[in-house]
């Protein structure tokens, strides 16, 4: 059992390092969810092609009956050549795992006097996002589902973190995919978060805007999160500050929004030429960190597509719902809205049917929320003024965007990727984006970038000396 001992630290003085280990095994170990691995690990193929007779990375034995959750007897993946392809959509299951001494049975020798990290997969799920690869649209699509989703587990009401501790990767996976409305788990990934810092730091740090200060104390498990707004470089340990911190008004939901943002960061800055040089070395490092019953061969088919993914096909979702409660007079749930979540299954997921209960909504009848990221009021009241103008009526400015942006964002918050494309024809200018990082209380969020300060789509339009308009959080 490995234990970590965690120490405060401040970021701001001191620089990511990284140590040499040694080449171990070639392996392609795929770590998606929590952190991105998988995306980080995707262009790695090359060096591990000679290693798919490697020994399989599966760290937990699984019944018969556990197995058969899995599709494991239909093909996922072909040889091309030297490397293997993917042969069909396939749906992953990430989960990523936080488990301390007090909640295994096996206790350290040394009484630490705290509760440490263990590495474990057992336990609690930390992070749970259903990924699929589709071959057929070349998107890879990532639904990340809250810990504190209301469902049903063993006949009881409960929190679908605990399927996980319950009954390991094969209750999880038929948690989710019930959930979901049937939606078929092909394969499944565990990550324990202690390969995660380790990972980070393989790679040398990850940069990241940090959206406000994060500062949190737990001295019952030497959790000291310390930092700062801005633009960071985050080693590991400040990687997983970053990742785990969830005390504020959004609890888990505003932390999924950050693990979004963590993970377009780490692919735009992991999959670089000069960090393949280096995969072998990474993989080697978490290797004992990762349990999968996806075979090397199914690896190397998985992170090839994913190296080939273009940016504005990554599609970033979660899963619909609305907070139960205040937090602090009761168990706080993330109620599943399953009208929503059918409609993106049949979308993003490719199952069953769309639900016509309620008409489409109209592009103009979408609620639009502005944030501003340059500081010019002027360019928010052109916004409004814009919008209106093309027959948009559901506005509202919420809090500013604390990094100044070079081009607009046009987030598809509910994973309204053709309202949002509508939205962006009307505009003509500006990126969308499907994610859920914008204002939770939105259909589309703007992200006002430079770009409009200095655009002017319409002639027609006109600033006014007052426009009226409401703030919303």
């Given at each position: ?38 995306l980080a690990s995707a262009a790695a ?167 406000k200060d994060l500062k949190y104390t ?67 490092i978490i290797s004992s960190y990762i ?183």
């Amino acid at each position: 059992m490995s234990v970590k001992k965690t120490h405060p630290k401040n970021h701001t003085q001191q620089k990511p390092s990284v140590k040499k280990k040694p080449n171990g095994l070639n392996w392609l170990l795929i770590s998606l969810g929590l952190t991105g691995v998988s995306l980080a690990s995707a262009a790695a193929g090359a060096f591990i092609a000679v290693s798919l007779s490697a020994t399989p990375l599966q760290q937990s034995s699984l019944t018969p009956e556990q197995e058969e959750v899995f599709s494991k007897d239909e093909a996922i993946s072909y040889k091309n050549l030297r490397l293997p392809e993917l042969s069909r959509p396939v749906n992953v299951l990430v989960l990523g795992t936080k488990v301390l001494t007090s909640e295994v049975d096996e206790k350290p020798i040394e009484d630490l006097g705290y509760h440490a990290l263990v590495n474990s997969f057992k336990g609690l799920s930390d992070t749970m996002v259903l990924v699929r690869f589709d071959p057929l649209s070349n998107k890879l699509s990532l639904l990340s589902i809250p810990r504190d989703t209301q469902t049903t587990i063993n006949y009881e009401l409960k929190k679908i973190n605990e399927a996980n501790y319950y009954g390991g990767p094969s209750l999880a996976a038929e948690t989710v995919s019930e959930l979901l409305g049937g939606v078929p788990v092909d394969r499944y990934v565990r990550v324990n978060i202690q390969g995660v810092e380790k990972v980070i730091d393989a790679l040398g740090g990850v940069t990241v805007y940090v959206p406000k200060d994060l500062k949190y104390t737990d001295h019952s498990q030497h959790l000291y999160i310390d930092l700062k707004e801005g633009e960071q470089h985050l080693d590991g340990a400040e990687a997983v500050s970053f990742l785990r911190f969830r005390h504020d008004r959004y609890g888990d939901i505003g932390r999924v929004q950050r693990q979004q943002t963590f993970m377009r960061a780490l692919v735009e800055q992991a999959l670089k030429p000069q960090t393949l040089l280096r995969m072998p070395e990474i993989l080697s490092i978490i290797s004992s960190y990762i349990d999968t019953n996806l075979t090397v061969e199914e690896l190397v088919a998985l992170s090839g597509f994913a190296s080939q993914t273009k940016r504005s096909n990554v599609q970033m979702l979660m899963l619909p719902g609305r907070f139960s409660g205040d937090g602090k007079h009761e168990i706080s749930y993330w109620l599943p809205n399953s009208y929503q979540i059918k409609n993106m299954v049949a979308e993003y997921f490719d199952h069953g049917q769309p639900s016509f209960e309620v008409e489409p909504t109209k592009p103009t009848n979408l609620k639009i929320a502005i944030q501003d990221s340059t500081e010019d009021p002027e360019a928010v009241r052109r916004m409004i003024n814009y919008l209106r103008e093309a027959g948009y009526r559901r506005i509202f400015v919420s809090d500013e965007w604390p990094q100044t942006l070079e081009t607009t964002r046009i987030v598809a918050q509910s994973g309204d990727d053709l309202g949002a494309a509508t939205l962006r024809a009307d505009l003509g200018i500006g990126e969308v984006l499907v994610e859920s990082t914008g204002n939770l209380a939105s259909d589309i969020t703007i992200v006002l970038g430079q770009d409009w300060q200095n655009y002017f789509p319409d002639s027609s339009v006109r600033v006014q000396e007052t426009t009226s308009f409401t703030t919303q959080n």
